[in-house]
């Protein structure tokens, strides 16, 4: 699994990536200092939370989140997850695990109880993406819906699985990330269909269909 995390961090994160400087961002984090206008280039800082920290704030909220995800998420800190299709939680060493806390905190309670773990934002506001726990017999992984957050918690606003594992989101992510120099959006989303033939290839083939469809659609009408 650490391959894979390495692998997703070099095709997300490249040199020149800036942020509006805060008080909250170490000074080891930043690249290039705070422009006039305020903003700074930031790089990636090896991480060093380990599970037990991440074990706290699953006793807190009574959830289990996929250990998948716990080896990724601790391998760096590094202030923006926003991969335009998924936006991931973001790691501080200054705000320990508060992107994963926040999500957690607004979620309606009567799912969290059912086993819906939100961790990420869908990248067209949506709502969040959620691990389905339920009936799952191992914590390695768990699949991966969306939540529509107008349904205020009812169960009629969770999707078919769209991606099988969050292996298989980081897969398909790293190969987005890597192509969208040479293509556009709509043109790498149906590779996702072999990288992950189980979720984004089966169940999840309508959501990622109807990306592809208004990636087109917006294409034609205003060029990009």
Same mark, same amino acid.
Do not use: Q, W
């Given at each position: 699994m650490s391959d894979l995390n390495e692998q997703f961090f070099q095709a997300y994160w490249? %040199? &020149? @990536? #800036? @942020?509006?400087?805060?008080?909250?961002? %170490? #000074? !080891?984090m930043i690249a290039i200092p705070a422009n006039d206008s305020g903003w700074f280039e930031w790089k990636l800082l090896k991480g060093t939370f380990t599970f037990k920290d991440y074990e706290k704030v699953e006793e807190r909220f009574k959830v289990k989140l996929p250990d998948s995800f716990i080896d990724w998420h601790k $391998?760096?800190?590094f202030l923006d997850g926003d991969c335009s299709i998924v936006r991931l939680p973001y790691s501080l060493p200054t705000e320990p695990l508060s992107e994963i806390k926040k999500n957690l905190e607004w979620f309606p309670e009567e799912l969290l109880s059912l086993g819906l773990i939100p961790f990420a934002s869908e990248g067209n506001d949506t709502g969040p993406l959620v691990f389905d726990t339920r009936n799952q017999t191992n914590n390695i992984d768990f699949p991966i819906r969306v939540y529509d957050h107008e349904y205020g918690g009812e169960l009629d606003g969770l999707s078919e699985i769209i991606f099988s594992s969050f292996t298989k989101l980081l897969e398909?992510?790293?190969?987005?990330? *890597? !192509?969208? !120099? *040479? #293509? #556009? /959006?709509? !043109?790498? +989303? %149906?590779?996702?269909?072999? +990288?992950? %033939? /189980?979720? /984004? &290839?089966? $169940?999840?083939?309508n959501y990622w269909m109807s990306w592809v469809e208004m990636g087109k659609a917006n294409y034609e009408e205003f060029g990009y």
């Open positions: 490249t %040199p &020149g @990536m #800036k @942020m509006v400087y805060t008080d909250r961002i %170490p #000074k !080891e $391998t760096y800190f398909c992510l790293t190969h987005f990330l *890597n !192509e969208r !120099e *040479n #293509k #556009k /959006a709509f !043109e790498i +989303i %149906p590779d996702f269909f072999k +990288i992950d %033939p /189980a979720g /984004a &290839g089966s $169940t999840g083939k």
